[in-house]
């Protein structure tokens, strides 16, 4: 049977809780077990599908299609396992299932009630599909003393009983502050946040603490005694210079030998921290910078676009050479200002997106770099404005356009009205916005001799989609013959996956998004690629 760890966090939100699970993760795993990553989140949201990345940052997509935290993104790149629909759960999904169960009668006439009902719910999650795991590492979203996270809390409470509470180890992330004002390190908080945890139920046995700098002994010796906690379990965490040193400051922590220890568990092998330790070294040492345009609606919020942005600092390692994220905000865009924003930069990109909104700008932009032979990626809604740009100024269809934004025009990208999954045809849909989107893994056949075939170095590939629109494959010749090619299609030829440009350095547009596969320990070949031609453009 799996031994479950719950990862909870207090005092504030965004201390971590995500990456420290994940570094754990790679650490457990390094030294030969299998580990998987599971996320409890609080919000009624049945998923994270319809939420604004201004709200809750970005939508991780899953290999089978499910919409979820951006947590599992960093749990897949730390741990290099792909997460599943069965891996992230929200409260709304938990009373969705609860009230479907309901209507079906299926509760035989009892009142349905949080305890047992919605916990009991809560609790299958956890174990499902979990046999073949050594660890489920499972991280409970937003505090502890949210009313929203209770039944979240109660539930890992009875399910540290029901499997025996040695088989359960609780791990509470929380943050001890450094005062300037007076030069001293607090632990109240932590102290009166492990009271609060200890009010429903649940004696944390390890405590992570995040801190600014390092947490002298007669600190830790606090934390330890009124924490009721052993003092090799008070683990600090002090900020990081990069998220990739993470792994390496927790093993020095020795949070991993405690986890151990705790379930009288002894290590399989040595720990390999190699990896880590090179790419660090080439994040310090690296001098030379390229400048990238991320022109995109979401950008003033860092977050939205996280898998990006990791996806090109992964490209960068590959490079050696130090990527600067320029986030230009296609909203505030004026076509008069492209020359000047774009001067200094060295590749372009056009993340996913949704609505008409900043669109003008985009398209401009494109154009630029198409004309001036700059170096672009187009993502998803990026490749669909790539394929609007060429139509309306290469082939002069002016009134070019995508269905998603515009009902009249011509419609280069539309509605898909269907597409192939599994030997299944799936009907496209805009009437109900959740979960209704071509999702998740599907292949792609490309084109011998193209830019995309040589990048991959194979001819089917699998990446992960999310979008409702799509290219109008009727416009594939005409595009063609003026030098846009059709590199990469769905494996029955019916939906357009990859586009690039005959007569360009590097011009690349996918249907995709390659960044949720890319990983700091395997960068993924397409960023590799697009900064190494950003590199040489300079
Ligand atoms: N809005 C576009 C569509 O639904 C693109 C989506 C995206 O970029 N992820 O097709």
């Not at 700098?213 to 009721?228: A, D, V």
């Not at 390496?248 to 986890?259: A, C, G, N, R, T």
């Not at 130090?322 to 774009?342: A, F, P, Q, T, Y």
């Not at 539309?414 to 999954?421: A, F, P, S, V």
């Amino acid at each position: 049977m799996a031994r479950f760890i719950f990862v909870t966090g207090g005092v504030v939100s965004s201390l971590g809780k995500g990456l420290s699970s994940a570094s754990l993760a790679y650490l457990l795993q390094s030294r030969g077990y299998k580990v998987r990553l599971r996320k409890l989140d609080p919000y009624l949201n049945v998923d994270p599908g319809t939420m604004s990345p201004f709200q809750h940052g970005e939508v991780f997509v899953t290999d089978d299609g499910a919409e979820t935290d951006l947590d599992l993104g960093h749990y897949e790149r730390f741990s290099g396992v792909s997460a599943k629909k069965s891996d992230n759960i929200t409260t709304g999904k938990i009373y969705n299932d609860v009230l479907k169960k309901e209507r079906k009668g299926k509760y035989l006439g009892k009142t349905v009630q949080v305890i047992p009902h919605i916990t009991d719910r809560i609790k299958e999650f956890i174990k499902n599909d979990s046999s073949k795991e050594d660890f489920v590492i499972c991280e409970i979203g937003g505090i502890v003393g949210d009313i929203e996270s209770l039944p979240f809390v109660e539930a890992i409470r009875q399910f540290a009983n029901d499997i025996e509470k040695k088989n359960a180890l609780f791990i509470h992330l929380t943050l001890v502050p450094y005062l300037k004002a007076s030069d001293e390190i607090k632990t109240k908080p932590t102290q009166h946040s492990v009271k609060e945890l200890r009010s429903i139920g649940i004696q944390p046995d390890i405590i992570i603490c995040r801190s600014e700098r390092s947490i002298p002994l007669e600190h830790r010796k606090k934390i330890s005694l009124f924490c009721n906690v052993d003092i090799k379990n008070v683990i600090e965490t002090v900020d990081v210079k990069t998220i990739y040193e993470a792994p390496i400051s927790f093993f020095k922590e020795k949070l991993d030998v405690q986890v151990l220890n705790y379930f009288k568990m002894k290590s399989k092998k040595p720990v390999n921290l190699n990896p880590w330790k090179k790419i660090t070294k080439i994040i310090f040492k690296t001098k030379k910078e390229v400048n990238i345009a991320i022109i995109g609606k979401y950008v003033e919020l860092k977050d939205a676009y996280k898998s990006l942005d990791e996806a090109l600092a992964h490209g960068g390692i590959e490079n050696k050479i130090k990527v600067n994220l320029i986030r230009i905000d296609s909203d505030k865009l004026r076509v008069s200002e492209i020359k000047s924003k774009l001067r200094n930069i060295s590749g372009i990109l056009i993340p996913g997106g949704f609505g008409k909104r900043g669109t003008d700008g985009k398209i401009e932009a494109i154009r630029y770099a198409r004309i001036n032979k700059i170096p672009f990626l187009g993502i998803c809604y990026g490749m669909q404005m790539a394929i609007i740009e060429f139509a309306r100024n290469k082939l002069n269809i002016k009134k070019a356009t995508s269905s998603e934004f515009d009902k009249n025009g011509v419609h280069v990208i539309g509605l898909i009205n269907e597409w192939k999954k599994d030997g299944k045809t799936i009907k496209g849909t805009d009437k109900d916005l959740g979960g209704t989107m071509r999702l998740g893994s599907y292949d792609a056949k490309l084109k011998d001799n193209s830019l995309i075939r040589k990048i991959y170095g194979k001819n089917l590939i699998k990446e992960r989609h999310r979008h409702r629109y799509e290219v109008n494959i009727n416009y594939k010749e005409k595009f063609e013959k003026n030098g846009m090619s059709f590199s990469g299609l769905s494996p029955d030829g019916s939906l357009p996956e990859i586009i690039e440009l005959k007569n360009h350095p590097w011009f690349v547009g996918v249907q995709f998004h390659p960044e949720f596969k890319s990983r700091p320990l395997a960068p993924h070949p397409l960023f590799s690629s697009f900064i190494r031609a950003s590199k040489n453009h300079k």
